[in-house]
């Protein structure tokens, strides 16, 4: 089976930084996909940032200039570097994948267990 492991998360101050990071493991084929999510209490989850194998990198326009995803292909693994966070950023954060176990498919998306990041004003 698959597990997304995320850590990174806490307690900062408004205009702090952290740095999440998400690794995939298990009998992995490829990875199509790897990106980050977040839910506030009360809100729906929504999309922060995603970055496809060979596509374009996409962030939520709300981070846009203040976060930035990377990703370690040898590693299986996501980062998301936070700056300039706002009380606003305050979410449970989620990292997702769309994995391929075997060559002829199909693509699975997988979630990890959600890393809650807390913004303090």
């Known amino acids: 089976q698959v597990q997304l492991v995320e850590s990174g998360g806490g307690l900062v101050q408004a205009g702090g930084s952290l740095r999440l990071s998400c690794a995939a493991s298990g009998s992995i084929f490829s990875i199509n996909n790897m990106g980050w999510y977040r839910q506030a209490p009360g809100n729906q989850r929504e999309l922060v940032a995603a970055?496809?194998?060979?596509?374009?990198?996409n962030y939520a326009d709300a981070v846009k200039g203040r976060f930035t995803i990377s990703r370690d292909n040898a590693k299986n693994t996501v980062y998301l570097q936070m700056n300039s966070l706002k009380p606003e950023d305050t979410a449970l954060y989620y990292c997702s994948s769309i994995i391929r176990l075997r060559p002829s498919g199909p693509d699975y998306k997988y979630w990890g267990q959600g890393t809650q990041v807390t913004v303090s004003s």
């Open positions: 970055m496809p194998t060979g596509g374009t990198t």
